[in-house]
């Protein structure tokens, strides 16, 4: 037997006059396997302090920074705090590392990976170009980036969801909590001893004494970018320019199959990117549709003065039909994987039907269902060929440039955003439950019909 965070487990770590509280199992880890082994669980009574893990302590007190304080929630309708007085029940303490090892115990914390190492990124890009008849200009890239050490957030105080699959609902009991009023606050400050009860499961933590470690700057995990790029290009000559670009684009990424694979920090490789907000960010695996092409153009009606037609025309008539210019962008993406995020049942391989609208499925739901709780996932994070709605739009302008003065010009401008008033559906509903799952019948967020805009500028 031996202390576990803040209980005794099967973990040896020996810690003297412990009384028991609480009752069966604890994960152990050998390796980066984990073996249930039903053992009886002893917590601490309330006489000493639980130990902080060296490495932690000191981490956690260079990196609890300055306290944030909540103004009070409004009552009834009736504020609780004012200009005059916003934080009416006090600030928070600043208490920088005054508790040293104690601090933020009873808090969730985040520290940087101990011994952190810089990210490596290896570009390799090479590129093709030539000119061609009519002034046009062809480019083909080839670019690949490897990145190794890629930083991610890693939850260092998960259970062992081993556990779980087990004890199932045995884990949410509530239980007396080792850590109500536990020492004093300045040697147990969180807000941990302030409730009487906590789930069982919440003591399975390798370090139960918090509610929570999060790594931040975790730098094992490598991916892979690459693409292959056209592009065509014609300068803006005899009144008119053009550009269209291609890319075929494949990612993949080191990422973990499910929460167990994550306890075990077991990372596989995915055809999927994983994103977040620098090292500290909450990391959310997305896709990235494989084909994009935009293009661009640009046309000088040629009748007015100066061109090709209608020289010679009167001002007036010349102020009414001369002078216009076309342009128009045009952008379109295949529809990026699905992703299945959530453990459910699910057959080897899915059907895309590819019908939208309501009464109709993106893709064959046979096979699929809920999963039962407290089961090890086992289906796919995606399907080959199973992509979500492609996105297609046309942008378009029409303007015109006066000459009012010689040093002076205004220029009318109507700009047509989708302007074949096109429609581009939303991803189709993943979630098994859903009475919608399989299918898209909803726009995509942040896409509308057609919008006019008119504009005036005045250059002098």
Known sequence: MGQYGGCQSNIAVTEPSWS????????????????????????????????????????????????????????????QSYLSNPFPFGLEPITGKSFGRYTNLGNSVSIDQYQQRTPISDRINISVQR?????????????????????????????????????????SAAVNNPFFNYGTPATFPGTLRNAKTVSLG??????????????????????RYQSFQLRGQRAFSSGFSFLATYAYVTARSQWFFDPQDEYDNKLSTYDFSVTQAGGSGAPSVTSDP????????????????????????????????????????????SGAPLIFSSSVIAPASVRQIGQIGAGSYWFDTTGFAAQAAFTRRTNPWYYDGLNGPGFKNLDLALSKRFTIKERAHA??????????????????????????????????SGYYGRQLQYSVRLDF
């Open 290 to 333: 494989h084909h994009r092409f935009v293009s661009a153009g640009t046309w000088d009606v040629p009748v007015g003065h100066g061109r090709h037609f209608g020289t010679g025309m009167a001002r007036a008539a010349d102020y009414l039909v001369g002078g216009w210019q076309v342009s128009g962008i045009y952008t379109y993406t």
């Open 411 to 444: 220029t009318i401008r109507l700009d047509a955003f989708n302007g074949l008033n096109g429609m581009n559906w939303a991803t189709p509903n993943l979630s098994v439950t859903a009475s919608d799952f399989g299918r898209t019948n909803t726009q995509l």
């Open 202 to 223: 919440s003591l399975l933590t390798p370090y139960p004494q918090y509610t929570g470690i999060t790594q931040t700057g975790t730098d094992l995990r490598s991916a």
């Open 20 to 79: 028991t509280v609480a009752v069966t199992a604890s994960p152990a880890r050998t390796g980066t396997a984990a073996v249930i082994e039903p053992v009886r669980i002893t917590c601490p009574a309330a006489s000493r302090a639980p130990r902080a893990v060296s490495v932690f302590a000191s981490q956690v007190a260079a990196t609890s920074g300055e306290p944030t304080t909540a103004a009070p929630a409004v009552l009834a309708g009736v504020p």
């Open 131 to 171: 000119e061609l008849p009519g002034r046009f200009i062809a480019d083909v890239t080839y670019f690949v980036n490897w990145v190794t050490r890629d930083q991610y957030s890693l939850n260092l105080d998960n259970t062992d969801p081993r556990l779980s699959y087990t004890y199932k609902n045995a884990l």
